[in-house]
């Protein structure tokens, strides 16, 4: 296992979509919680003003739409993000060095015009929803899973990302491979004792913590909840 210098920072996911049903969650959480995550979901029912929105309650926000596309074109996407004041983003590692690297030029550019700190910039390796099979019926891939994470993660850090995004599984390798200042970003926790749902590489937030994730993403077992705020505080403890 790699050693811990601290513990992992919650961020809720709200994966729902509507505005009134995300605020009161951030508002009820505030306390708790600094980081909300906002999804394809949200975001195509609410649109960049739920990203102000948020912000404005003083979360923070991780935007996660995976951009993948032409470099000039997530070149654009990064810096209307940053414009909406996200602390951080996903992108693609798939999408090539050349489209990374441009991503990360305009942050870097746009953080110094703004006079502020760069968003973490944070790449997508392989799905916490995609299996080893998975894999292999859409593409020549028939080796370790994690084999291929290391090798894009490895991509990522080439072309100046801040981390990626990958499951438990992965993390500790992360993490020895690639340096204890690489970021992990790990979805697919599930509390003790909770349904895996959709994900085929689950763990609990325990589990993260000693592998060394920088933060962990958990949005149903939280807000599906009877009480999301005692939700949280369980996965808080358990983290501890």
Do not use: C, W
């Not at 909300?36 to 923070?60: C, M, N, Q």
């Not at 589990?207 to 949005?219: L, Q």
């Amino acid at each position: 296992m790699v050693p811990r210098r601290n513990k992992p920072t919650l961020i809720v996911a709200l994966d729902v979509e509507e505005k009134r049903q995300a605020l009161e969650l951030v508002k009820s959480l505030g306390e708790r919680v600094t980081y909300f995550k906002i999804g394809s979901r949200l975001f195509t029912a609410e649109g960049p003003g739920i990203v102000r929105d948020i912000r404005e309650t003083g979360a923070s926000v991780f935007l996660d739409l995976k951009f993948h596309d032409i470099p000039a074109t997530v070149a654009g996407s990064v810096r209307a993000a940053i414009a909406l004041g996200v602390g951080m983003m996903t992108l693609h590692t798939m999408g090539g060095v050349e489209m990374m690297r441009a991503a990360i030029e305009v942050a870097l550019e746009a953080a110094t015009r703004r006079g502020g700190e760069k968003p973490l910039l944070v790449g997508v390796t392989v799905l916490t929803s995609l299996s080893g099979d998975d894999l292999a019926a859409i593409s020549q891939f028939d080796g370790k899973l994690s084999d291929l994470v290391i090798r894009l993660a490895g991509r990522a850090r080439e072309a100046g990302l801040d981390g990626i995004v990958a499951s438990v599984e992965e993390a500790s390798r992360v993490k020895h491979e690639l340096g204890q200042d690489f970021v992990v970003v790990t979805p697919g926790i599930r509390p003790t004792g909770t349904s895996a749902g959709d994900q085929k590489r689950v763990a609990t937030p325990r589990d993260a913590a000693r592998s060394g994730s920088d933060y962990i993403v958990v949005g149903r077992p939280i807000i599906e909840a009877p009480s999301p705020a005692a939700a949280v505080d369980a996965i808080l403890k358990e983290i501890d």
